[in-house]
């Protein structure tokens, strides 16, 4: 079986360092350990012990996660590695070669490509720019059936910012159940949401939900690599044994970060630093592409990304390293989430940053005098 690798992950990697501006991120700009601790808890953090820490994770981390999630306890969270530890374990834990699984597309492809390197059968639901990326519950609907394992959701959603409904959940929520499907629901971007309430998690809808959440996106602190899974605790003890094998535990130090960023009133100051971010953000790229042809987006309802799209043939890879080798700007390429002719850009840093980089894009599309669709034309 031919091993998919992650193009996103990989192109990343690849070059993130090597540009001046990187906007192919999908965090707001991460705040330090200087911004994030008191006074009085540097001293208690320096002198906490390097052994090996609790390795379903520390007690007061979980039982601070299981407040954010309505019936939850402690036993119902198992601390991972970044929401990407937690991704794999659940489907290594869930899915078997053969098994059908359904992905949204545009979305961050580490669920499609783990289901296709376990043997799986891997269905995507595309959104459509001209909805406005909404989720089609019809199609999903008509998608998921009796062989389906496994229903794999983003919300709020990367890269597209657009939010379910509580009703569309609901919705969700009774298709997988008709099936007897796993809903797995990816909520990394909950707390992003600009001028609305905090979307309401998947958990406690259904007994086959399995929620997974870290402290990247909406917290602005990627660097300390803490995830987590929110599911009943008999599934929590299978993802646990799968997690012993793959890294034993998440790292203390970082734990003890957690810890103190989800005490409610640091908590509350994260996510405001962060919506502050992106909002100025998004509005500054808002502005720039009504100035712009060729360029156009549906606003996003939450996270510090866009998924802005482009009316000129060229592929997104290729516009990307264009970008990239001529104007030292990273964005990442629609095509590695799924759907081409777009381009996902992150937001939330400081305004130079944003407006320096976006007029690099255009004077880069402008000296590669490139000729608008027909339809572009025509509308």
């Known amino acids: 079986m031919q091993f998919q690798e992650f193009e996103l992950e ?3 990697s690849l070059f993130e360092r090597t540009v001046e501006y990187n906007l ?5 700009q991460c705040t330090s350990v200087r911004e994030l601790l008191q006074p009085g808890e540097i001293e208690g953090l320096l002198g906490l012990p390097l052994f090996y820490p609790e390795v379903n994770g520390t007690a007061a981390l ?5 407040t954010l999630y309505p019936r939850a306890d402690a036993r119902n969270i198992l601390v991972t590695v970044g929401a990407a530890q937690a991704n794999s374990l659940v489907c290594s834990t869930l899915l078997d070669p053969g098994d059908e ?3 949204i597309s545009p979305g961050y492809r580490q669920v499609w490509g783990l289901g296709r390197n376990l043997g799986c059968q891997v269905k995507e639901l595309h959104l459509l720019p001209q909805d406005a990326w909404k989720l089609d519950v019809e199609k999903l609907g008509s998608l998921v059936g009796p062989n389906t394992k496994l229903v794999s959701i ?9 939010v379910l409904s509580p009703e569309e959940m609901r919705q969700v929520v009774q298709i997988c159940k008709k099936a007897g499907a796993w809903l797995h629901a990816d909520e990394v971007y909950r707390g992003t949401e600009m001028h609305q309430d905090e979307t309401p ?5 259904y007994d086959k939900v399995v929620c997974v959440n870290s402290m990247s996106k909406a917290y602005g602190l990627a660097g300390l690599r803490i995830g987590w899974i929110v599911a009943s605790s008999e599934t929590i003890e299978a993802l646990w044994r799968r997690h012993e ?10 734990m003890k970060l957690a810890e103190i960023a989800l005490q409610s009133d640091r908590r509350r100051m994260l996510l405001e630093r962060q ?4 909002r100025t953000g998004h509005n500054l790229l808002a502005d720039w592409v009504q100035d712009q042809k060729g360029f156009s987006m549906t606003e996003a309802a939450a996270t510090s990304i866009a998924f802005v799209q482009y009316h000129f043939d060229m592929p997104s890879v290729e516009l990307a390293d264009e970008l990239r080798r001529r104007a030292s700007v990273l964005v990442a390429p629609g095509a590695y989430l799924g759907t081409e002719y777009h381009l996902r850009m992150a937001v939330g840093y400081p305004p130079a940053k944003i407006e320096t980089a976006l007029g690099r894009i255009a004077k880069v599309v402008s000296e590669l005098g490139v000729t608008l669709r027909e339809e572009t034309v025509r509308a």
């Open 275 to 278: 919506k502050m971010l992106s």
């Open 24 to 28: 192919a991120d999908s965090s707001v």
């Open 154 to 162: 983003v919300n709020p959603n990367n890269p597209t910012g657009t």
């Open 201 to 205: 998690t998947f958990w406690n809808q």
């Open 62 to 66: 979980r039982e601070r996660i299981a």
């Open 101 to 103: 699984v359904i992905v």
């Open 245 to 254: 094998y793959a890294v034993i535990a998440a790292s203390g130090p970082s």
């Open 10 to 12: 990989l192109f990343q």
